[in-house]
């Protein structure tokens, strides 16, 4: 009999959390049993999850950016099913198949001029992996500088370039040359461009770690201080690129024209697995340079039909909807409605982000009585307050957020694109909700936050859950 997907579902119900600490990383459940985050999901419709007891959450983790257009868009299904019975002739190999000419086509025509050819592979840090070789090969150069809270992947290659010590611990040696400056340093990119061994500078136009933004003349005279070195500029696009900060590619809003964009999430309509390696003709040539070189960086998965229909089926519902433009509205509409909460709540230091992308920035209160609590909590743990908030949004109003970056007091929210004012309306009223509560001192968040705390610190002895990307 064939494979049934449905009768497996249906046996097997509940058994999840078990098979994972069985066969899969038995750690993830622990920690996700410890946040009670430990749901039987089993559908997802646009904005929202539902579990097995037919609850409903708000996902603003979008699957850490995936969703652009929300779970289950039914424009994606239906091309993704249209493909499937075309018995397209899939990854032949040798071949120039035509989906990926066109999505490539596509891409190009929304970049900036300099951009004129793509690299397609399977996954965000598989894209950094092709922008480092590319960079390395066109320069000649081997050093690549990267920026403090960094994250670009965790293969070897893009873990080289992670700002946090917590996912390099014990993996190493990594990339030779690879050298950390802090965001947002001039001088500190200069000292080390000047030194003439750097194929590229690397970064994130915002940093997904922390939701961190750097200013305007920040990224314009990094670009000048590469083109001035012979630096390449490599603009990490994975998370904030496709509309996710209001324009399609983040960096448009400094006016800068990197020379690689990499991008990959939000690609995939959330459906197939796909990444891409955007740059101009010089870099691009210098790999494939010659007849010999047509296959000196490949990858059996790249180009896949299925993924190049998603991404078509993407760009295309991006332009019906609007998207890119829904996005930038829907952020100034979180800008508005969460402004009031940062007057009203003293731990509520700022909101920044751009378009979709938002930090809720954490901090130490100014009220006495507040502050002693505060510096207990904090004591316990760096960042624990964040931690506190996220738990009662995901157990009280059923909102999926997340913890931006280990020892940050900062809560990211990624919402899909397709969010509306509904949505900003629902997450501010439970945001104000819990925030009431943690000023009010009525316990029940501290005594929430003193339970996890010693939960997660009797599974972990001291070491903090690690953060996710
Ligand atoms: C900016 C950035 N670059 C690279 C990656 C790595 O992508 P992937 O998880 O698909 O390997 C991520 C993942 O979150 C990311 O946010």
Redesign the pocket.
Known sequence: MAFDVAKVLHERHGENFALHSQVLNPQLARVLKTLGFDRYYVRGEGCYLYDDKGDRYLDFLAG??VYALGRSHPAIKKALHDAIDLDLPNMVQLDCALLPGVLAEQLVARAHEGIRRVYFC???????EGAIKFARRATGRPRIVFCSH??????TG?LSLNGGKEFKEGFGPLLPGSTEVPFGDLDALEAELRKGDVAAFVA?PI???GVNVAPQSYWTAAQELCRRHRTLLVA?????GMGRTGKFFAHEHYGIQPDIV?I??ALSGGYV?V?AVLCTEKVYMSVFSSIERAMVHSTTFGRNQLAMVAGLATLDAFDDLGIVERARETGEAFEAALAPLVERYEMLHAVRGKGLIIGLVFGKPESRSLRMRWNALEAVRTALFSQMVVVPLFHRHRILTQVAADNMNVIKLLPPLIAGQEEVDYFVAALDDVLRDAHRGSGLLMEFGATMAKSALRRHGSKPVMA??
Request: hydrophobic content about 25%.
């Open positions: 850490f950016g399977n996954s965000g840090t598989e894209a950094m960094a994250f670009h992947g965790l293969t893009s994130e940093q997904g770690k990490d696009e994975v998370q904030t990499t990959s999430k697995p990444g996710p990307a």
